[in-house]
């Protein structure tokens, strides 16, 4: 191949990239764009409900009158303005302010500084960074806004799609996330040990997998590493998978460790062991050895030292904090599931197998006499 053909290979490769770049800015752009218009839009009609009493009956009228006026115009379907109209109420300024996260954006908003009826800086930084459906979707799913914003945070900071971020709604991941038992406090210095505390979770959920008892340690791993993308997706941002039973050499012996990451943000090597049954302090001494393994032979001069992460069925997490207290290495214990428990007060107005069965053959004794 001719030195041209590679100087134009590399050309073609950078403005593509270039162009990739634009075309996203753009589109983050606009996204942004809309959502403080369909601010704007909701908190025009509401106030005029206020000030005028006008009540929902105006919406249909809107809609189609903007509908017919503006043809090109989307998204400005009966059930859309809606939602645009509780969007700006619920993120109105006074109601902010009046919310448990009120010293959290005291430094972003204040209403002595921004007029009242100003975009708040909470929709601009935050909200309109995510798609609409979004918005609309922890609007649903939340009343506490300290909880739809810290799921509107993970949706930028981990690029999660609608599904996904359904999913993780689902699995309560803002009730999972820094709950696992660790020693990072002592034992990383900070910021890292609160950074690396936040990052680990309990319990994982790891629905994507179809495991039944009995199963072998072994079938959970393999599952895991065919479900490589589902289970990065659950570890969260950051983690780079290395390897499964990842080979070590010390002396004459050969150790192999179950799951090894990188993660990017912490810059250190996570060793994840995995067991079934509940957690037994000796787990921990295996896991502070594999740590200071990987700190030897894989860590880079720049690394951070290696965390590793037991994963069990059950953890007592007295026991496992006392475990830990001497542990020289940093190491966290957190639970796995394969499905979450429904609450109780749900589960128990749930029909049972018998329930339902009688209601089948009821239905099928009407059709029948129907005929």
């Not at 649903?140 to 971020?165: C, H, M």
């Not at 994507?208 to 199963?215: G, N, Q, R």
């Amino acid at each position: 191949m001719s030195t041209d053909l590679v100087f134009y290979g590399e050309l073609l490769g950078d403005l593509k990239t270039r162009v990739r770049q634009a075309q996203l800015k753009a589109s983050l752009a606009v996204n942004a764009e809309m959502i403080l218009l369909y601010w704007d839009v909701g908190q025009m009609i509401h106030q005029r409900q206020q000030q005028d009493g006008w009540g929902t009956g105006v919406i249909p009228r809107l809609s189609r009158d903007l509908r017919n006026d503006l043809p090109e115009l989307k998204g400005f379907s009966e059930r859309n303005i809606g939602y645009m109209i509780r969007f700006a109420r619920e993120y109105d300024v006074s109601v902010i302010l009046q919310q448990p996260v009120a010293k959290l954006v005291e430094s972003v908003e204040s209403s002595a500084i921004i007029p009242q009826s100003s975009c708040p800086r909470i929709v601009r930084d935050l909200l309109a960074q995510i798609p609409w459906g979004h918005n609309i979707l922890l609007m649903e799913k939340f009343k506490d806004l300290p909880t739809r914003l810290w799921y509107a945070q993970q949706t930028i900071v981990n690029g999660w799609s609608r599904d996904t971020l359904t999913s993780m709604i689902k699995n309560r991941t803002h009730k999972r996330q820094g709950a696992a038992v660790t020693n990072f406090a002592n034992r990383l210095p900070a910021p890292q040990s609160e950074l690396a505390r936040q990052l680990l979770k309990d319990p994982y959920v790891f629905d994507f997998l179809t495991l039944e008892e009995p199963f072998h340690e072994r079938e959970l791993e393999v599952g895991l590493v065919e479900h490589v993308e589902k289970f990065l997706l659950e570890l969260g941002q950051g983690f780079a998978f290395v390897g499964r039973q990842y080979p070590l050499k010390v002396s004459d012996d050969d150790f192999y460790l179950d799951l090894l990451f990188y993660h990017l943000k912490l810059r250190c090597f996570v060793v994840i062991e995995l067991k079934k049954g509940k957690f037994k302090p000796e787990y921990a001494g295996k896991v502070n050895f594999y740590c200071s393994v990987v700190d030897d032979l894989l860590r880079h001069e720049f690394d951070q030292p290696t965390i590793g992460l037991i994963l069990c069925q059950t953890t007592d997490r007295v026991l496992a904090e006392y475990t830990l207290r001497d542990i020289h290495k940093p190491i966290g214990v957190a639970d796995y599931e394969f499905t979450r428990a429904l609450p109780q007060e749900l589960s128990s107005s749930l029909p049972s197998i018998e329930e339902i069965e009688t209601e089948l053959q009821n239905e099928l004794m009407v059709k029948a006499d129907q005929t």
